[in-house]
């Protein structure tokens, strides 16, 4: 089945403790994107990557980091989370032809407390 | 600016009656336009596309929506609506152009179904 897998869906965790989020698609997608879904602000692109090791900044990058080193995986990495980082993520991707149709993952919940 | 307005941001209807959800965009080239809709919990699933052609599109669950280039509009609407549609409904343009091809999202109307 095609789809985009994000891991945790629910995260937990206190001010400054490093955290990851995993991405993985299995569509053979060159473009993947993390946004971050705030009440009244809607979606809110954090990073983007075009292919393996291109990677740009999105609207909301502070504090934030992405790699991308493989092509179907694209992890979000908070290095020291803060509070206003509490947020639902949600990972996308999407081919290079095809009208810009991204595809969503489920969306991962995370509080910092 | 480019920029994406959904007017409503929470919508309640009858189940069987009819929808039509807002969407204004201003974007300088030729858009392509979307919308998305966000089931509780989940993740966004796209409900219909519009590139070129026809104005009038047709997507998944009974959606259709109509692009108004006169009007910068793409009003999503469903003739009878089922109480499963309860959800987010998020209208996105973008021209798959440039290095991000980033959509621009609207912040999304939520719709809630009377029994």
């Known amino acids: 089945e095609a789809q985009v897998t994000q891991n945790p869906r629910y995260l937990i965790t206190v001010t400054g403790k490093k955290l990851t989020v995993t991405c993985s698609q299995n569509?053979?997608?060159?473009?993947m994107s993390w946004y971050r879904q705030d009440p009244g602000l809607g979606l809110r692109q954090i990073y983007y990557?075009?292919?393996?090791?291109?990677?740009d900044k999105g609207d909301v990058p502070e504090g934030y980091k992405v790699s991308r080193k493989e092509k179907r995986n694209f992890p979000l990495i908070l290095e020291s989370p803060s509070p206003n980082q509490t947020s639902l993520y949600f990972c996308?991707?999407?081919?290079?032809?095809?009208?810009?149709?991204?595809?969503f993952g489920p969306g991962t919940r995370l509080l910092v407390l | 600016a480019q920029s994406v307005t959904q007017p409503d941001i929470h919508i309640t209807v009858s189940e069987g009656a009819s929808l039509e959800l807002r969407c204004n965009y201003s974007?300088?080239?030729?858009?392509?336009l979307f919308w998305y809709v966000q089931s509780p919990g989940q993740g966004l699933q796209l409900l219909l596309k519009?590139?070129?052609?026809d104005t009038l599109v047709q997507g998944i669950k009974g959606f259709e929506a109509e692009f108004k280039r006169s009007q910068s509009s793409f009003n999503l609407r469903k003739p009878s609506v089922h109480w499963s549609d309860a959800a987010e409904y998020f209208c996105?343009?973008?021209?798959?152009?440039?290095?991000?091809?980033?959509?621009?999202w609207g912040l999304g109307t939520s719709l809630a179904v009377n029994p």
């Open positions: 996308a991707s999407w081919p290079l032809a095809g009208g810009g149709i991204q595809y």
């Open positions: 569509m053979n997608h060159e473009y």
């Open positions: 990557s075009m292919n393996v090791e291109v990677t």
């Open positions: 974007y300088g080239a030729t858009p392509y």
């Open positions: 519009y590139f070129s052609g």
């Open positions: 996105a343009v973008g021209n798959n152009a440039g290095n991000n091809r980033k959509l621009i």
